[in-house]
């Protein structure tokens, strides 16, 4: 009986441990079933409540944006339009020396060779140099020019070395190459050796492209303190000419000749027609003031500047037009020289009676001196400086 009882009694503290063994294993997976899903929710409503905060600030930057107004938004088109104009300036800056580098860099052509641009310490030292200006079919002007105020062989040279005065016939190429033309100009200047070959194709409507290329490859080759340009059917007292430029010789950009300022001519079929005469105003208005073409000098900043400009220098019809449009709104001193123009006899002959010796003499009816081939002479005669005066000029 009293093992009975005891039986019983120890089946009952059985049941109790299983029962507290199954609260406690009921416990720890309520635990661990919470620890693995509870925070999965929250997670899952984590995205939803960013999504909520983004759409919050897109929200308020837009209402920000249509604060602003049409106020803030002309402004920034006006600051692109600022941007654009300081890039529009940069490219012309970066044209400009772009255009300088090219120019110092071309092969320039010296008695019918190639000549490299040289740096500034090699440059040839002169004070004037003097480009006449003639073509294929001159040879007689050329010699009539030889026979009279142009030194020839060893003086020629000996003028340069001792009075630093350079002059050379300048002329270009042929369109077609090795042409008879061009055989017939190296063997003269096999003869003369006076000749300024230039990268040039000749022609008749060419002449303001001739005297720009004439610019940039004489101040490439001799750094000189003036630059002159003459026709060769022109008589030029060499001594009066030089005298004359030292005169000006302190002013660094001077442009000096017989100043005018004719009309635009816009009727077709006439001499000196100006096929861009709408570009000067209204009919019957005048050219700016520029020297007449027959001789002009410049001084050296404004050949460099020529010569560094070249390729965006543009070119009338007319080479004299040209070359005064190129220093339109430039700092430049335009000196008017009247004894840069003087008449044939008795024109020069008086002003020389009176010890006012031309520099430069010419009929304005031919543009140059009526049959220059014959006539020269006579001028040189009645005209002439003398001999000696260029070689005991004092400059």
Sequence with gaps: MRGRIVG????KKMRARWIFALCFLSFGLGVLFTDRFWPGAESNNFPRKRKDQELQIISEHCATKKKLGDNDIMGKVSKTHEVIRSLDKTITTLQMELASARSSQESMIQNGSPYNAAPEQQKKKAFVVIGINTAFSSRRRRDSVRETWMPQGEKLRQLEQDKGIVVRFMIGYSATSNSILDRAIDSEESQHNDFLRLDHVE???KLSAKTKTFFSTAVTIWDAEFYVKVDDD???NLGMLAATLARH???PRS??????SGPVLSAKNVKYHEPEFWKFGEDGNKYSRHATGQIYAITKDLATYISKNQLILHKYANEDVSLGAWFIGLDVEHIDERNMCCGTPPDCEWKAQAGNVCVASFDWSCSGICKSVDKIKDVHAKC???DTVVW???F
């Excluded at 442009?255 to 005018?260: A, L």
């Design 392 to 394: 005991n000029a004092m």
């Design 255 to 260: 442009y000096i000749g017989c100043m005018k």
């Design 203 to 205: 022609g008749y409507h």
């Design 249 to 251: 010789r302190l002013k």
């Design 234 to 236: 022109v008589h030029v």
């Design 384 to 386: 002439s400086e003398g």
């Design 8 to 11: 019983v009694g120890g089946a």
